[in-house]
């Protein structure tokens, strides 16, 4: 497939790699019970590994100096390994008394992630690479001028461990629409972006969904997306982590 056919948002003249990045690491995971129960997801091993230091690992090789994770289900768990780590430098968002969901989430952290554009993702977002690096993807064709918020995505029937309809539909230039109700569409939010920070201008810090910022964005002709390479990994049940497993396994074969 041609590199115009799978990217067709042209690249940014001028490439800026966000240093800063928000991980979200405060959901009950209510899914991956009984896991769960007494492990907090992002610390939920695929390969050996917390899906949170997956993440973290993909920031680093991208350039990230900061992480912002954000905490609440099993804090002290989830706060104690991350400041373990050598790099990122890691800024625990403090949500203990109130889950503020994934958009009041970021309104709190924004003092720490500053005025420029940062990478945003799930601690639960993993694939396997392709050609090129994700995260390296969204920063060469993220375009403050044109978009709010790039978003990363997968196909919806390919990824592993996904059985939903999708999120999104795609036109030739990138811009990004709902999925029709009844339709399947054909890509789904893979759990990364790159996010400018003025989406949430007179925002306060309550709990909502980063989705309201979505359609505000689709409305204003702002909300990007673009194809990723490699295999999305839907590591959202205890079912999903054997299959991600066999996935990984199979393409380092």
Do not use: C
């Not at 912002?68 to 400041?83: F, G, I, M, P």
């Not at 993807?137 to 939903?164: I, K």
């Amino acid at each position: 497939m041609s590199t115009e056919t799978r990217h067709p948002i042209s690249k940014s003249s001028t490439i800026s790699i966000p240093r800063k990045a928000m991980v979200l690491a405060a959901g009950r995971g209510k899914r991956m019970r009984p896991l769960s129960a007494t492990t907090p997801k992002p610390l939920i091993e695929v390969m050996g590994k917390a899906l949170v230091d997956h993440v973290l690992d993909r920031l680093v090789e991208a350039g990230v100096e900061t992480a912002v994770v954000n905490v609440h289900y099993l804090a002290d768990l989830v706060e104690v390994h991350v400041s373990k780590r050598q790099a990122p430098e890691i800024v625990v968002s403090d949500e203990r008394k109130r889950l503020l969901d994934t958009g009041g989430g970021v309104v709190k952290a924004l003092p720490h992630l500053g005025s420029e554009p940062f990478f945003h993702l799930n601690s639960d977002s993993i694939w396997i690479e392709g050609i090129q690096p994700n995260l390296m993807l969204l920063a060469e064709h993220f375009d403050a001028d044109r978009m709010d918020m790039l978003l990363l995505l997968a196909p919806t029937v390919s990824s592993v461990g996904y059985d939903g309809v999708g999120d999104f539909v795609m036109d030739k230039n990138g811009l990004l629409s709902r999925r029709p109700q009844r339709d399947v569409a054909p890509f789904v939010y893979a759990g990364a972006a790159i996010i400018h920070p003025r989406v949430f201008a007179g925002e306060t810090e309550t709990a909502f969904s980063l989705n309201r910022l979505f359609d505000r964005a689709i409305d204003a002709g702002r909300l990007y997306g673009i194809r990723m390479e490699g295999i999305w990994l839907h590591v959202g049940t205890p079912r999903a982590i054997g299959e991600a497993e066999a996935t990984i396994a199979a393409s380092a074969a």
